[in-house]
């Protein structure tokens, strides 16, 4: 996955609000944690080594907000996949959360700071040789610099700009439910427009710019324009390959959120839908003619349908979907990309942070994509690629109120790499996650 660390709304973790906004709750009353990014719904608040022996105070009342994230994810295939195998990825994350007015009295402004390290493999890569990785926080293993931002919120927090460095799938293709899973073809973001752009960014930042406006208190409309050279991603430029590039990237999203304000009902929903343009150069599948610019469009929403225990609880039952359509079928590898299931938070009583999360992802992939590769035109397996499906099943235990967590996952995957040519594959795993 993806992603760096974001900003997180007041939310039911797997069960909540706007996941883009900049604030968020990780279920204990009153807290606030600015450093919250991609793993906040995973690890909510409490932290391994507690108050760091009174520095964390010290450094938060002066300003400066860390955070210190390790997560491990454990997968193997006892059935199907081209070979059976073990694997492990691993990432560590240290963010820093500047709050200006704290530190120069610039009311509104902050700067966010991350950087990783990953070390590992996927098992999608070695044994199954699917297209969404059964295990997210595989990718750029290296150390890197992810994010390095300046923000600006104004008129009451009505508008927000940001500049930097920072990816594109931080702040859109964004809910909440996607943050409970290991496969990638959830987990962050819903996958597909990741093969459909070359623009699109994903853990990893580059330079951008953003400006959100929240015409009211339940809506916002918000556009990005990112550096789309995918060149500055390679590892070998540890995130701090600073040229410009381009071609640019284009991305704008509408969203409207259902309850969630005081006094509304707990049955909180968010509604969203985007559109992308990309200015990058693609290849026909038909004619191998190089040709300039490509678009498509997107919609997710959540929603609650059961809230369990008292309001407040941060419990309850919800639903998620999101549908991401790419109408260059000549130029796109994934014209279509499909999510869909729920994820429940607090089932038992005597288990309030826990989370059970059951999904299913599909992509379709281009005719004229299967035409070429039939043909010999562009690589790919024998008969060409057609569809790829993910089936996941996963339950977080939640120990010393988000400390650390501990995930039993199981997938299912049909067709690996969009063949029938490779079997069905059953995969077993684990999620780990420690905040220090």
């Not at 919609?299 to 991401?324: A, E, H, K, M, Y």
Request: aromatic share 12%; proline share 6%.
């Amino acid at each position: 996955m993806r992603r760096r660390l974001f900003p997180l709304a007041l939310v039911l973790p797997l069960i909540l609000s706007r996941a883009a906004s900049a604030q968020d709750q990780s279920g204990e009353e009153g807290f606030h944690d600015p450093t919250g990014r991609v793993f906040e719904l995973v690890l909510p608040s409490e932290h391994l080594f507690g108050d760091w022996n009174g520095l964390r105070t010290k450094l938060e009342a002066a300003g400066i907000t860390p955070r210190l994230i390790e997560v491990t994810d454990i997968a193997g295939n006892p059935i199907g996949g081209r070979s059976q195998g073990l694997t492990q990825a691993s990432s560590i994350e240290l963010s820093l959360f500047l709050d200006l007015k704290k530190l120069i009295r610039l009311d509104g402004g902050s700067i966010f700071i991350s950087s990783s390290e990953r070390w590992g493999s996927t098992l999608s890569k070695t044994d199954v040789g699917n297209v969404f990785s059964t295990q997210q926080i595989w990718g750029f293993q290296t150390i890197r610099l992810i994010d390095f931002s300046y923000q600006q919120k104004l008129f009451d927090d009505r508008i927000e700009l940001r500049l930097g460095r920072f990816a594109g799938m931080d702040d859109f293709l964004v809910s909440p439910y996607n943050f409970g899973f290991m496969s990638n073809a959830f987990c962050g973001n819903p996958f597909g427009i990741l093969l459909d752009t070359q623009g699109m960014s994903a853990y990893y930042g580059t330079w951008a710019a953003l400006v959100k406006l929240k015409p009211t208190a339940r809506s916002y409309v918000q556009a990005g324009v990112y550096n789309g050279d995918p060149d500055v991603r390679a590892n070998r430029h540890h995130g701090v390959d600073f040229s410009m590039r381009g071609p640019p990237f284009v991305i704008t999203e509408a969203g409207y959120q259902v309850n969630g304000l005081p006094g509304d009902s707990p049955f909180l929903g968010n509604y969203k839908l985007g559109f992308w343009y990309d200015d990058a150069v693609f290849t026909d599948f038909n004619t191998g003619a190089r040709t300039r610019g490509s678009w498509g469009f997107y919609g997710l929403f959540d929603q609650v349908l059961v809230p369990i225990g008292n309001p407040g609880s941060n419990r309850g039952f919800g639903i998620f979907g999101s549908v991401t359509v790419g109408p260059d079928p000549d130029l796109q590898q994934l014209p279509l990309f499909i999510t869909a299931g729920f994820s429940a938070r607090g089932i038992f009583d005597t288990r309030p942070r826990d989370a059970l999360s059951f999904g299913v992802a599909s992509g379709y992939f281009s005719d004229d994509l299967r035409r070429a590769q039939q043909k010999g035109r562009v690589p790919g397996p024998p008969g060409g690629q057609d569809y790829e499906t993910v089936i996941e099943l996963t339950y977080r235990i939640d120990l010393h109120k988000g400390a650390f967590f501990i995930q039993p996952d199981l997938q299912y995957i049909v067709q690996p790499g969009g063949t029938k040519h490779v079997e069905n594959a059953l995969v077993l795993g684990a999620q780990l996650g420690v905040n220090f």
